[in-house]
């Protein structure tokens, strides 16, 4: 185990290292190929050379390492997460699976397996900058369209002006896709919640990922003067959007395993002095059945009409995303069990409320996630964290998977 932990306390060292990489002075946050993605591009590559891998960087900013098997024939395994994050984040969120793919490239010293590894850090996972998620591992699946390419951020740059600024050719974008020669998909990542915490466990297989829709609401009203505008005479759309947002949680509340949540409002005129005109806002609703959220969203959106007509405004809305949920592959999936088992530690199965690359992966290729416990479970938060010693129990259980592999290969 002391090999493990060694390694897992130079891969927490790193995280946070790289979490100086960012596009706030006093904070973290690194969005799509923005600048500090660069100088990550430029570390990250080292760690993959020093483990033995040759480096590129596709056409879509993701870096990718490739360490060769000993047989020319044999399907990749790639091992992967993001390196992008939110607004404010944390130093594990994404980064910790990457280096942890490069951790276990480098433990095995340079002995060849069978397979070939390919480690994959994606450009772009969170959505903060183009409203839009899984840029980087949608590229590899081939689901990058045009109409994707001329979205613009709140700059007014677009997602094909973003990859040109970068260095990059968007014209050159399907050369990133995977077609074959792929056993399946491994991504490390911690949890993100309390659950592992709660049970005093390292680790968790996840089994699959639950389904997200993602919208944008927006009511409109009457600008007016907030000192002379009754209150009888007043189409306050932000007030309409707040009586909104309690119905949202209270729907929540009622439907089991569901969750609902409004992270962003935009009130404009945004003057104290003026009553809201216009009120936008996000809705982020996430289940394990897809039939069940798609029953809520319509609710949601059904209770927002009578709301708007009974206070004189409009209401519209678009969806942003709808991801079904995605179950995770039963071979590898039983395989990781294992390998976490061998590793001395319970096997825990669970669902993952968060969406990950894993769910666009899976489109393609079988894929499996590995959960790391989140102290206090924090995330999305400068406070996040991780144990070493999780961190060394992740690395004993990727080590073993490689092995179940490696035996499922002979």
């Not at 919640?193 to 009457?222: D, K, N, T």
């Not at 059945?289 to 009974?310: F, K, M, Q, W």
Request: aromatic share 4%.
């Amino acid at each position: 185990m002391g090999a493990y932990l060694a390694r897992a306390g130079e891969i927490v060292s790193r995280c946070r290292g790289l979490a100086s990489h960012s596009e706030q002075v006093d904070g973290l946050t690194r969005t799509f190929l923005s600048g500090p993605m660069c100088r990550v591009h430029a570390e990250v590559g080292r760690w993959m050379n020093l483990a033995g891998m040759s480096v590129c960087v596709d056409p879509v900013g993701n870096i990718r390492g490739s360490y060769p098997g000993a047989d020319p024939n044999a399907p990749r395994l790639i091992v992967g997460s993001h390196l992008d994050t939110v607004p404010n984040a944390g130093a594990f969120d994404g980064p910790l699976g990457v280096l942890l793919g490069i951790g276990l490239v480098g433990l095995l010293a340079g002995r060849r397996l069978k397979l070939p590894i390919e480690v994959a850090g994606f450009s772009e996972e969170e959505g903060v900058r183009f409203g839009v998620p899984f840029i980087g591992s949608r590229a590899l699946v081939g689901d990058i369209d045009a109409d994707l390419l001329t979205r613009r951020d709140a700059r007014g740059v677009s997602v094909a002006q973003a990859i040109r600024d970068f260095g990059l050719d968007p014209s050159r974008i399907s050369e990133a896709s995977i077609s074959t020669g792929v056993l399946g998909y491994l991504e490390m990542h911690i949890e993100q919640g309390p659950v592992l915490e709660a049970l005093s466990l390292p680790l968790s297989v996840v089994e699959s990922i639950v389904g997200q829709s993602r919208l944008e609401i927006r009511f409109g009203g009457q600008a007016n003067h907030a000192g002379t505008t009754p209150m009888h005479a007043r189409r306050d759309a932000l007030a309409g959007a707040a009586e909104w947002m309690i119905a949202v949680e209270r729907e929540a509340r009622a439907v089991a395993d569901l969750v609902a949540t409004i992270g962003c409002i935009d009130a404009k005129p945004g003057a104290g002095n003026v009553i809201p005109g216009e009120a936008t806002l996000s809705l982020d609703v996430r289940h394990p059945e897809d039939r069940v959220r798609h029953e809520v969203v319509d609710r949601l959106l059904g209770c927002a009409r009578p709301i708007a007509t009974r206070r004189g405004l409009r209401v519209s809305s678009e969806s942003r995303l709808d991801q079904p949920s995605v179950a995770m592959d039963e071979r590898l999936t039983a395989a990781l069990a294992r390998a976490v088992e061998d590793s001395g530690h319970p096997v825990h199965r669970m669902h993952s409320g968060a969406g990950h690359d894993a769910m666009i992966m899976a489109r393609r290729m079988p894929a499996a996630m590995l959960f790391l416990r989140s102290p206090g479970g924090i995330s999305h938060h400068p406070d996040e964290s991780v144990l070493v010693e999780d961190v060394a129990a992740a690395l004993a259980a990727g080590a073993r998977f490689l092995e179940e592999l490696e035996r499922g290969r002979e």
